[in-house]
């Protein structure tokens, strides 16, 4: 039987990667179109000479981008250029832990920041060092080229973000072969425009790197008021403390969440980004709210 792993889809045909690390150009079977079933970028498949056969159960399934079984989400956010933004980061870290993957975060063009002011940036994030990797990176000194090298061995990596946060540069910076478009900060609007549109495994080091297009906004169409809390994985923590068992941590009394921001146990920033994304949900139409 042969199987493999899709890792490109472009018109309608998919690169299949076999065990042999042999490349194979696939349709999928016309009976997938009736069972609903699309095979996508990520999927363990059996396939003939010509077809993809059957499309094995995904470990997890990313909407955005079309992407399955992805061990590792490489948060890409830029220290500069575009600016550093905590809400942006918060967001995208709910929505990654909301697809129940961990996300790594870069910080990237560390370069563009004098001593104190990356100082002030670490020490910020050392917050978010209790629950996730941070690894601070410039594609100019090379500084922590090894560390995302190291992390990404091995797994089928994505990278995320911000457009214009340095993420086709990342792989460009590991491996100049790849030459992959990056693009000029536009200085007019000081934010990069799209320049990466389809989705695609790169092979390396034994495991996967997929870029992928950054977004300007984000929305957060799968996320319902109940279940925000779980993707904050700090608030979760504190939350079995909390006098309700329902606690939003906005209004309650006996929050520990409240307790711990007033004892400066909790970034200011990641509170007010809570409450952000927490309003941002509920304000949504309830056609987009799945707990209506
Ligand atoms: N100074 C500096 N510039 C960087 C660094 N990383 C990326 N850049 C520049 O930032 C711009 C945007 O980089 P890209 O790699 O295209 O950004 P992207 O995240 O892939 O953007 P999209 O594909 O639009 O989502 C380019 O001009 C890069 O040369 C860095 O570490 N330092
Ligand atoms: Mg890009
Ligand atoms: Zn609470």
Request: glycine letters at 6%; aromatic letters at 10%; charged letters at 30%.
């Amino acid at each position: 039987m042969n199987k493999g792993r899709i890792i490109k889809l472009v018109g309608g045909l998919y690169t299949v990667l076999d065990q042999h690390n042999k490349r194979h150009t696939l349709k999928p079977l016309g009976v997938f179109r009736h069972k609903n079933i699309k095979p996508k970028v990520g999927d363990i498949v059996e396939f003939n000479e010509d077809s993809i056969t059957k499309v094995d159960e995904r470990i997890n399934d990313l909407y955005r981008p079309l992407i399955a079984n992805v061990d590792q989400v490489l948060l890409v956010n830029s220290a500069k250029d575009p600016n550093f933004s905590f809400l942006l980061l918060d967001k995208f870290v709910t929505l990654i832990e909301s697809n129940h993957i961990k996300p790594v975060i870069i910080v990237t063009k560390i370069d563009l920041l004098n001593k104190d002011e990356l100082e002030k940036l670490k020490d910020k994030l050392s917050y978010y060092r209790k629950f996730y990797e941070i690894i601070y990176f410039s594609s100019i000194t090379k500084e922590n080229l090894e560390s995302i090298k190291d992390i990404t061995k091995n797994k089928v990596n994505v990278l995320a973000g911000q457009t214009g946060a340095g993420k086709s540069t990342i792989l460009n910076t590991i491996n100049p072969n790849l030459e992959i478009r990056t693009n000029q900060i536009s200085k007019a609007l000081g934010r990069g425009k799209h320049t990466t549109r389809h989705v695609e495994l790169i092979e390396f080091g034994q495991g996967f790197i997929a870029d992928t297009p950054g977004f300007s906004s984000l929305e957060f169409k799968e996320m319902t008021l109940e279940n925000i809390k779980y993707y904050f994985v700090d608030f979760f923590e504190l939350s079995h403390q909390c006098k309700f068992n329902e606690c939003t941590h906005i209004h309650e009394p006996g929050c520990e969440v409240k307790k711990q921001l007033e004892k400066g146990n909790i970034l200011q920033e990641r509170y007010d980004d809570y409450l952000h994304i927490y309003n941002e949900v509920k304000a949504m139409k309830p056609m987009y709210r799945r707990d209506k």
